[in-house]
Structure formats: C-alpha cells, structure tokens
C-alpha cells in the first residue's frame, strides 16, 4: 500500500497507452486507477451517453488520476484535466505532485489506432497486432461483438490527434511551467514504462518490482 497520497495525471493522444501505463502504475505503488472513460460511462449511464463513449466522446479528457487504493472520493469530469480551463478549474479541487506525458510518434498512434476494436458497454479495447480477443470479433469476457470505433478508423485519425494536439498545448506548457510535467517518448509502452517507473519509484515506495511487469 502506498505509504502517502500522490495526485498525478496522465496525458497522452488517443491510442497512447495511457490505460495500460496506469494499470501498471496502480498494480505497482498500490494506487487506484480511475479511468475518465470508465467514470463518465458509469456517471452518464446509457442510451445516448453510452453511444456518445462508444463513439469516441471521453477523448474530449484525455487523462487518467491516481489515487490510493484504500480511499474512495466522488470525482466530476474536470478531474481529467484536457483543457486549459479544466486544469484551472482542477487547481481548486487539489494540487498536483507530477502529471505525466506520453510523446508517441503520429504513425505509431495512426497504426495502433486503426488495428483497435472496443466493446461498446464495457469500454475494453483490444488491439488486433498486440492485444486481440482470444475469439475474433467478440469480448472476451462477455462474448459480446466489438466494434471499429468511427474515429479509429484511419481517416478519422488525423483529425483526433489535431484536435487532442491544439487542446492539450497549452495544459501541457501550464505543468511544464510549474515544473511538474514528465514528458516520456517511444514507440513502445515496455520501453517508457521502465522510466515511469523510475519517477514514480523516487516519490513513494513501490509494493512490486519493475520486473513483474
């Protein structure tokens, strides 16, 4: 169990691994992963909400907050801060230790966007080149069908990443500012994870070593 409160985000583009470098972190350090997808899926609740995530809308926060695993808070969408405004309105909730940034190179999400398929309710996205349901087109869990997002498509790509480029300069300059912004780059989430880890590891005491994961 971590030993003191960290409030951190994660920002990244869409298709940036995000998710999977915060389930590492929280398996790790012993905090809890609070997705912005999962919470509005979960606060909005279904029928136009839940197209509206199917469809790609919890890009407009594109962040992930940890906290430790033992506490529970109620948290409303400007926890995830992806605009200048949001982070501001975040200074009055709480103040950050870090914000972590994920650089990854534009064909490198093009690819990764295009390769994935969600399942719908549940918001669990598998990659067809490196995370692919165990049976083709369906939910491993659930064996529901999964679906090719309309903005995962390629054509589509380019405009998210714009869009998530000219929206998230000016937060990442404000932490950059305030010298808590860790800007990471690659092409691999196994090759930036090692220095997440690192950062991470110098601020409170991790419950597992790196190589577990």
């Not at 090719?148 to 869009?163: C, F, N, S, T």
Request: glycine content about 8%; proline content about 8%; hydrophobic content about 35%.
């Amino acid at each position: 169990m971590a030993s003191k409160l960290l409030r951190a985000v994660v920002l990244g583009p869409p298709g940036s691994g995000k998710g999977t470098v915060c389930e590492r972190i929280a398996r790790s350090f012993g905090l809890q992963h609070l997705s912005s997808g999962q919470f509005l899926r979960e606060s909005l609740g279904g029928g136009g909400a839940a197209r509206w995530l199917s469809q790609g809308g919890q890009d407009c926060f594109t962040a992930v907050s940890l906290m430790p695993s033992t506490q529970t808070s109620t948290l409303s969408p400007v926890c995830f801060p992806r605009t200048l405004g949001q982070a501001k309105a975040l200074d009055g909730i709480c103040e950050l230790d870090l914000v972590i940034s994920l650089n990854i190179p534009f064909e490198t999400l093009k690819d990764r966007l295009s390769a994935r398929w969600v399942h719908p309710a549940s918001g669990r996205v598998y990659n067809m080149d490196f995370n692919p349901p165990h049976v083709q087109g369906v939910d491993d869990l659930t064996g529901e069908p999964l679906v090719q997002r309309e903005e995962d498509r390629p054509e589509a790509v380019a405009a998210r990443l714009r869009k998530y480029k000219d929206a998230a300069k000016p937060v990442i300059e404000l932490y950059k500012s305030r010298g808590i912004l860790h800007s990471f780059s690659g092409t691999e989430t196994n090759k930036i994870w090692p220095y997440v880890y690192t950062l991470l590891s110098s601020r409170i005491p991790p419950i597992h070593p790196e190589e577990e994961h």
